[in-house]
């Protein structure tokens, strides 16, 4: 029942969406959400900008710098 654990659509999922670890189904039905609410697809946009924003001080900041929380969900494997 993976449409029931995506409704509603939480942070955790848009940045699981962003890092691409959701399978083909769940990525296809946060598409098309982005696609219908606009709303969403801002906090989408936010969602990945915040990961940018780590990735770019991860790569300048020594790994001490980063807390172990940002490590870790930079660090999450893809789901198949």
Known sequence: MWMARLDPITEADLLDYVEGRLSSDERAMVARRLAEEPALA???EAVRD????????????????????WLDLLSKRPRH
Do not use: A, D, K, M
Request: proline residues 9%; glycine residues 4%.
């Open 42 to 44: 801002r906090r989408c």
């Open 50 to 69: 915040r990961t940018l924003n780590v990735r770019l001080l991860r790569s300048i900041l020594p790994v001490e710098g980063v807390p172990q929380e």
